[in-house]
């Protein structure tokens, strides 16, 4: 079993980088905190022994090498980046849980078979550039490394610019290869685990979800004089699409979860009405029938609304990633490896992204989910029990265990 | 009459300062392009021969002798603060048209009996400071200095440093003080002189408005695993408010307007639900019952948004000012002016708050309009014919002349 002790003072340790009063951590993709944390875990990952790469999208990998080392890898790992003064926990357990699965194989001096990879994906968050899950989505072949690149985030920044100025643009290429397996140990972000008061989560799929950016341009003009039948107000559009983005999600009898997360009113004065609002939609469900109809209807009603309202709509999906079902092996030696351990456990499907989803194109692919208090996440009260992030982590070993020995 | 020529030279050379490149200007209260333009007004105020006086909370005055000074002046103005990017007219043609009216007089080598002062208000927009018409607000007694030089903008400098840094805050005490009238030339903002194909609003009153400062808290949370009936969206809340002001204002059979113009969404991340909502309402009618009456029922909405939404609100009038009807002998003398110069006019009220409203409360006071072409103010498009500017300022020369020589 792993060592929860050292683990804890790793997890500290990385979380004064980019650390927030109010007990978050705010490190969003390619900032200098971002980069910080970067730094550390290159330099953690040298001193465990592990063999540093960086690919041309900024993933880190660590190495350690297996009895046969032309096996392919089992791979262990998520994300450092984190939401604008998002948590601590979010993405950091499972790469700082990967590096710990090594220091416990170091300190017992065992060998596996395969070597066993860790890694740090860049931009999971996706709150800066979007799409999310970037570096595993380029990795996985869903996007190519020129539309990454391009991305800009909202002041004009590229993606690849802002790479290279942190300086991880790296050079080892950034695409499919063998792998063993991937696994990655995260917390829950919902209520289930709490409510059940269960330690371990056995994550058998991910939703599929889509992301829309959407705008509404009328016509700004004075508050006061402009009768309200010549209104071309941007705004109260978007008002009727919050509430349709409400409506539909609420009301199927369905697990579709829809918000308008972002939005963005221009010239945003008490006493002119708005010309312009920019705004997002994410809708999200297993199903994925679910999720287009869902897209169909709000495009629907983004057009609806500024027909009424006599004003201009645009809408691009930015982002549709299918529902992910999991290798039934992996998800075997999962839930193999919460029964080992007594952990109470239970199956579950997330309804957050994960570097997974896109893993699971490339090769069997499973999660561990440890509970987040209040099902809260992307937010800095996000917070788990240690003893639950232990008991994730030593499932994670004993899975990853398990399949490097296979 | 006046000179169209000398007026527009001046007018085109004023808007140089704070230019936007849509044909605006962008000359928000006390930024540096607001202190530009209060030099040139300084500057061609005393090159007309005008003794400059600047008061506590920055308002310019220039005053022009009469044959018998001891009598209480005519006082002439308007503001040339102006939006975030707005528009070339609001507010400047009074102004300058204050100073036209002086030049014009000044080339003809006619002396009034009584004096005539320009006065440029400060903070009239309100936009980077609320409440609007403060400067002349404050001169009106409606508020003291300490509590305008604690006003604090979005970034949180405070209105005493701004004009304390722009080197405005002169040494007259802002205080009413005798006042023969007050007579304000202004753009009408609103579409009823350009419908009517008329060149002069004879104003015979404004509007009474209220402002709201509104915030909703909920919970920030993960907008993947969270369920619908989970959440406590600030955003959802809100866009029921905005509904409801649509509604509210939309449904009265009176001429009730409502706005919500300004919206700012923490953490504003696309997959995020949206923590904290601080938005804006307006409302305004020629009756001051419908106001109140629109006031109360928004509170209301509010309310009942947080309560089904189960989150908090906040809402606080940071503005109300009863309708104004203007003071029947100024009333008329515009309106005579107007028939002596064969001008096409009618009599409307203004729904847009002028400098006027407050100085209404001071001493007799009116106002010309002339049209704005689509009605549109408060952005860059903002256009008025000159011809008509003109007009408007020939008759603010005799209106004021003939009260000047009461
Ligand atoms: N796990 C997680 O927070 N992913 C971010 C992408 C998303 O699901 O919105
Ligand atoms: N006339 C004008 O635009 N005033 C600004 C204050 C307001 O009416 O909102």
């Not at 690919?55 to 939401?83: A, C, K, T, Y």
């Not at 100025?165 to 792998?179: F, K, N, Q, S, V």
């Not at 016509?219 to 409506?247: C, F, K, Q, W, Y």
């Not at 529902?323 to 039934?328: A, I, K, L, P, T």
Request: some cysteine; hydrophobic content about 35%; proline content about 3%.
């Amino acid at each position: 079993t792993i060592s929860g002790e050292r683990f804890r003072e790793r997890f500290d340790r990385f979380n004064e980088i980019g650390a927030t009063e109010r007990g978050g951590v705010n490190r969003p993709t390619l900032s200098e905190e971002n980069a910080r944390a970067r730094d550390t875990l290159v330099e953690w990952f040298e001193e465990a022994g592990l063999e540093v790469r960086i690919d041309e999208i900024g993933n880190v990998f660590g190495r350690r090498s297996g009895r046969n080392d032309d096996l392919p890898p089992v791979l262990l790992g998520s994300h450092v980046d984190s939401q604008y003064n998002g948590g601590r926990y979010d993405g950091v357990i499972g790469v700082l849980g990967g590096l710990e699965v090594v220091e416990t194989l170091n300190a017992a001096g065992v060998e596996t078979e395969r070597p066993i990879e860790v890694v740090s994906w860049t931009n999971e968050e996706g709150v800066r550039f979007q799409p999310d899950m970037l570096g595993s989505g380029v990795f996985a072949g869903k996007f190519d490394l020129e539309f990454a690149y391009s991305l800009e985030d909202k002041e004009g920044n590229t993606f690849g610019e802002e790479l290279e100025r942190i300086g991880y643009r790296g050079e080892e290429p950034c695409e499919p290869r063998d792998l063993h397996c991937y696994l990655e140990l995260h917390v829950e972000q919902g209520p289930t685990l709490e409510d059940r008061d269960l330690a371990v989560g056995v994550v058998e799929g991910v939703y599929g979800f889509v992301w829309f950016d959407a705008a509404f341009t009328g016509s700004a003009d004075h508050a006061g004089p402009t009768p309200m039948h010549l209104r071309n107000d941007a705004l109260v559009a978007t008002g009727d699409v919050i509430e349709s983005v409400r409506r539909i999600a609420g009301t199927g009898g369905d697990d579709l979860v829809g918000t308008v997360g972002s939005l963005d009113v221009d010239p945003n004065s008490i006493n002119v009405i708005p010309e312009r609002v920019e705004f997002t939609v994410d809708f999200r469900s297993y199903d994925d029938a679910v999720v287009d109809r869902a897209a169909d209807r709000v495009r629907e009603e983004i057009d609806h609304a500024a027909s009424r309202e006599g004003i201009e709509a645009e809408h691009e999906v930015i982002m549709r990633i299918d529902s992910q079902s999991f290798d039934d092996d992996v998800v075997e030696a999962v839930a193999d490896a919460a029964d080992a351990l007594d952990a109470d456990a239970t199956r579950l499907v997330s309804g957050a992204g994960h570097d997974a989803s896109y893993l699971n194109r490339v090769c069997p692919t499973g999660m561990v989910f440890v509970p987040s208090v209040g099902g809260v996440s992307h937010t800095e009260d996000e917070f788990t029990e240690w003893d639950d992030v232990v008991t994730g982590a030593n499932v994670l070993l004993n899975a990853a265990v398990e399949k490097a020995n296979e």
